[in-house]
């Protein structure tokens, strides 16, 4: 293998989280979600040698991470099953560690019923980005990446409150 | 929702049964828009070219007077002009790379256009070979047809309607060999990007 690869690939490895949470935001099937974690790496790849010459670290793997996504499109659209969310579990009796276990499962449930655009503004908040840095990375202004980031909290919200589950 | 909350559990999510893989070479081939468009402007490309030379020994199978061999050769010099021209297009489309590191909006975009374009260029390659065909096919049939018969034939009454009935037939069948294949092949690939695009957009 080539230094090249091993680097990057450790490079990978040492971020692989940021990568398994946008395949798990975007795609709800775990087929469809190594999929897409696939894709990511390899577009990581292809453009591994313009971020070594340019860009952040950070800057570089949001974008390409984001992007992929948003342009990948699984071959057979297959609607979220909100059933499963209820069938899932009944929190109120579980110890916190479930619980906030749970949140998440429910989170990512939920996330599934966002638009694309909408995934990429939750993840890039989760992530810790500012307004303007998510504005930077969507290619849409400050004002603009925070009215929507607000409107999908409050969508998100709502999805979850429909679910009869709230947090 | 406690998003601060949420933000916590997201940052101390386990990530250590996500896999790795080893090597690149085990990685699948990309799957964007554009690389799925690209592999299938590939297999058109080796079908258009079977066609291509198929046509060539059309003169043979059909076994062509001299005379229409003679017409058929300047036809058959503009057909693989045109498609010369085409495929080079398509061929620099295909080489070309993209850059993910772009923001969304401007990745978007550059695949939008690019998709639209080559859809575009698949358009009017379809309908200049349906051109030359048709216009082939009138003199081919004033060339070798006898001009009592052709004289005839324009005398009888249901001519007319014979000829707009034929000729609306092509438009339709080159209308929906240019206007739908390429909308059903391509199209749905453009529409995604460009639903992402006005989401985007949305104020």
Not at chain 2, 140 to 153: D, E, L
Request: proline fraction near 2%; aromatic fraction near 16%; glycine fraction near 4%.
């Amino acid at each position: 293998m080539k230094t090249n690869e091993k680097e990057f690939l450790a490079l990978i490895e040492k971020h692989k989280g940021l990568i398994h949470k946008v395949s798990r935001m975007y795609m709800d099937e775990p087929e469809d979600r190594e999929d897409l974690f696939q894709e990511i790496v390899l577009q990581l790849w292809k453009s591994y040698g313009t971020f070594r010459g340019e860009s952040q670290i950070s800057t570089w793997m949001y974008r390409v991470a984001v992007n992929s996504a948003l342009t990948f499109f699984k071959k057979e659209k297959r609607k979220p099953d909100n059933t499963r969310m209820h069938d899932k579990m009944d929190l109120k009796d579980e110890n916190d560690e479930t619980h906030r276990e749970t949140q998440l499962d429910y989170f990512y449930k939920a996330v599934q019923l966002l638009n694309p655009v909408e995934k990429a503004l939750i993840f890039l908040f989760l992530e810790g980005q500012s307004h303007k840095e998510i504005g930077q990375n969507l290619g849409i202004t400050e004002v603009n990446a925070r009215v929507k980031l607000n409107r999908t909290k409050d969508k998100l919200q709502e999805i979850i409150k429909k679910q009869g589950y709230e947090f | 929702m406690n998003f601060n909350e949420l933000q916590q559990q997201w940052n101390n999510e386990p990530t250590d049964n996500v896999r790795v893989p080893n090597t690149i070479d085990t990685l699948k081939e990309a799957q964007t828009p554009i690389d799925k468009v690209r592999k299938k402007m590939k297999a058109d490309f080796f079908m258009q070219a079977f066609m291509l030379v198929l046509v060539g020994f059309a003169p043979l199978i059909f076994d062509f007077s001299d005379k229409l061999i003679s017409l058929f050769i300047p036809f058959y010099a503009i057909m693989i002009g045109f498609m010369t021209y085409y495929f080079y297009k398509f061929f620099v489309f295909y080489k070309k790379s993209y850059d993910m590191t772009f923001d969304s909006r401007k990745n978007l975009l550059w695949f939008f256009y690019e998709l639209k374009l080559n859809i575009e260029l698949y358009k009017a390659l379809t309908y200049i070979m349906f051109f030359l065909g048709f216009s082939f096919g009138v003199l081919a049939g004033t060339v070798t047809k006898n001009q009592n018969t052709i004289s005839n034939f324009l005398d009888k009454k249901a001519a007319g309607i014979t000829g707009i009935a034929l000729l609306a037939g092509l438009i339709l069948f080159s209308l929906f060999m240019a206007e739908f294949i390429p909308r059903w092949y391509y199209g749905k690939h453009l529409k995604q990007v460009k639903s992402v695009l006005d989401q985007l957009d949305e104020e």
